[in-house]
């Protein structure tokens, strides 16, 4: 829309084509429901700026591997050696590449008869459910799933049948009403660090002849003996049939993977879109990974750490009356609900060094925004200390008793107390 053309010296000439009405209307709608009114002309998720000694739980970056010396040299010496490769689709991969290598060195990680690794978590999840469903099949999403799985279905064709967040009542109720299909959940879910009741789904899909597809990326890394997730963990690895995965969370890098079998993953490659239509992974990255598998496998200490500091972490907020109760996981939310409160309790937190992700339609419910907090497992006791007196510090400012996670919370609580 907009071409820059120097002309002079430093002298830029802009020009701009013209917009059409329906165009401009949609832009027109953000800036004035969005940035003015609901944002007061600023931006929800633009506070300040984290000082040196800000305690910043923004990354997903759970086991604090992002800058170790040993992945960061193995991508050093690749990229020195190979620069970026061939820029080419997945699709002409083959022979003894050494993605090919790593792909299977994953799958005997994780107990799948292949891996196929993609660009991105989002190409996982929306190139295998493109292949795997279609107008005819309908697809079952928990409807706090991650919005790649949504954007799946939309681009398979097939109709979507969302089910209340973690309830298998309501997921078998809804098979029974329309057949046999494709069960999509999250393992963990990502805005409040939720766990999926995986045993009970994978129970109720196979029981009534549905593909079980479960998202790890928030569990793999940081769950299981070797961090190889939960699905393994719990056993189910023959009962689930593709685990996908975003590797820019414990594997602190940029790509994707989906769990299948060996004849499934040449069928993928050679029909998922984003699998042929988009180019493969550079070979540092590759090299990278190969790495960081080696120390997401043998560096247990910090699983331990991770969740010693999310314990902690969990516990002295919910202890604080916030209400952190419906996750377990390493994603810590505190629910503000509206975007206005969520501004002043984003506001509240920065001011005092703790920088959180803002979490806000369309990534939440319109009126459960929240700030996630990702617990890693570098946080030392003397950070988890300071986020703890900062949340206690700010109760009264951010207004958390009337705060409608709250108000559940102790609904919740007097429910409990009635039924003894
Ligand atoms: C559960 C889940 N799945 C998929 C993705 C997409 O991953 P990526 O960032 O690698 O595209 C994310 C990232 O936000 C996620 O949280």
């Given at each position: 829309?907009?071409r820059q053309?120097q002309?002079?010296?430093?002298?830029?000439?802009?020009?701009?084509?013209?917009e059409?009405e329906?165009?401009?209307?949609r832009?027109d709608?953000?800036y004035?429901?969005?940035?003015?009114k609901?944002?007061?002309?600023?931006?929800?998720?633009?506070?300040r700026?984290p000082?040196d000694?800000?305690?910043?739980?923004?990354?997903?970056?759970?086991?604090?591997?992002?800058?170790?010396e040993a992945?960061?040299?193995?991508q050093?010496?690749?990229?020195?050696?190979?620069?970026?490769?061939?820029l080419?689709?997945?699709?002409f991969?083959h022979?003894?590449?050494?993605?090919l290598?790593l792909?299977r060195r994953?799958?005997?990680?994780?107990?799948?008869?292949?891996?196929?690794?993609c660009?991105?978590g989002?190409?996982?999840?929306?190139?295998l459910?493109q292949?795997?469903?279609d107008?005819s099949?309908?697809v079952?999403v928990?409807?706090?799933?991650?919005m790649?799985?949504?954007?799946?279905?939309?681009?398979?064709?097939?109709?979507p049948?969302?089910?209340?967040?973690?309830?298998v009542?309501?997921?078998?109720?809804?098979?029974r009403?329309?057949g046999?299909?494709?069960v999509?959940?999250d393992?963990v879910?990502?805005?409040?660090?939720?766990?999926?009741?995986?045993?009970?789904i994978?129970?109720?899909?196979?029981e009534h002849g549905?593909?079980?597809?479960?998202?790890?990326?928030?569990?793999?890394?940081?769950?299981?003996?070797?961090?190889?997730?939960?699905?393994?963990?719990?056993?189910?690895?023959?009962?689930?049939?593709f685990?996908?995965?975003?590797?820019?969370?414990?594997?602190?890098?940029?790509?994707?993977?989906?769990?299948?079998?060996?004849?499934?993953a040449d069928?993928?490659?050679s029909?998922?879109r984003?699998a042929?239509?988009?180019?493969t992974?550079?070979?540092?990255?590759?090299?990278?990974?190969?790495?960081?598998?080696?120390?997401?496998r043998?560096?247990?200490?910090?699983?331990v750490?991770?969740?010693r500091?999310t314990?902690?972490?969990?516990?002295?907020l919910?202890?604080?009356?916030y209400?952190v109760?419906?996750?377990e996981?390493q994603?810590?939310?505190?629910e503000?609900g509206?975007?206005?409160?969520?501004?002043v309790?984003?506001?509240?937190l920065?001011?005092?060094?703790?920088?959180?992700?803002?979490f806000?339609?369309?990534?939440?419910?319109?009126k459960r925004?929240?700030?996630?907090?990702s617990?890693?497992?570098?946080?030392s006791?003397?950070?988890?200390e300071?986020?703890?007196a900062?949340?206690?510090?700010?109760r009264?400012?951010?207004?958390?008793?009337?705060w409608p996670?709250t108000?559940?919370?102790?609904r919740c609580?007097?429910?409990?107390?009635?039924?003894?």
């Amino acid at each position: 829309m907009e071409r820059q053309e120097q002309r002079t010296g430093n002298e830029w000439r802009v020009h701009r084509a013209a917009e059409p009405e329906f165009l401009k209307r949609r832009i027109d709608w953000y800036y004035r429901e969005r940035v003015e009114k609901t944002w007061s002309g600023g931006h929800i998720m633009r506070g300040r700026t984290p000082g040196d000694d800000a305690v910043v739980l923004m990354s997903n970056d759970y086991l604090s591997i992002a800058g170790h010396e040993a992945i960061l040299e193995a991508q050093a010496a690749t990229v020195r050696r190979e620069g970026n490769g061939l820029l080419m689709s997945g699709v002409f991969l083959h022979g003894d590449n050494p993605q090919l290598a790593l792909e299977r060195r994953l799958a005997a990680w994780l107990g799948s008869g292949a891996t196929v690794l993609c660009q991105s978590g989002w190409c996982a999840n929306t190139g295998l459910i493109q292949v795997i469903a279609d107008e005819s099949v309908p697809v079952y999403v928990d409807m706090f799933a991650h919005m790649s799985l949504h954007e799946g279905i939309a681009s398979s064709g097939a109709t979507p049948y969302p089910f209340r967040h973690n309830d298998v009542e309501c997921l078998e109720r809804m098979i029974r009403r329309h057949g046999p299909g494709v069960v999509l959940i999250d393992s963990v879910y990502s805005t409040d660090g939720s766990i999926a009741p995986i045993e009970e789904i994978v129970r109720v899909g196979n029981e009534h002849g549905c593909v079980l597809v479960v998202d790890e990326s928030h569990s793999l890394g940081t769950h299981g003996e070797t961090g190889e997730g939960l699905v393994p963990a719990l056993g189910l690895t023959d009962r689930v049939h593709f685990r996908t995965a975003s590797l820019a969370k414990a594997f602190a890098g940029r790509a994707g993977l989906i769990t299948c079998t060996e004849r499934f993953a040449d069928y993928f490659r050679s029909t998922s879109r984003p699998a042929i239509f988009s180019s493969t992974l550079l070979p540092h990255e590759v090299a990278g990974f190969e790495a960081t598998l080696r120390v997401i496998r043998s560096e247990g200490w910090r699983r331990v750490r991770l969740r010693r500091n999310t314990a902690y972490l969990r516990g002295q907020l919910g202890l604080l009356g916030y209400n952190v109760h419906e996750g377990e996981a390493q994603i810590i939310a505190l629910e503000a609900g509206t975007e206005p409160n969520t501004i002043v309790l984003r506001d509240a937190l920065e001011a005092r060094g703790v920088f959180g992700s803002v979490f806000c339609a369309p990534a939440t419910p319109a009126k459960r925004s929240l700030i996630r907090l990702s617990v890693n497992a570098g946080l030392s006791m003397r950070q988890l200390e300071r986020v703890v007196a900062v949340c206690a510090a700010i109760r009264d400012e951010v207004g958390m008793a009337e705060w409608p996670s709250t108000r559940r919370l102790s609904r919740c609580f007097d429910r409990r107390r009635r039924a003894g």
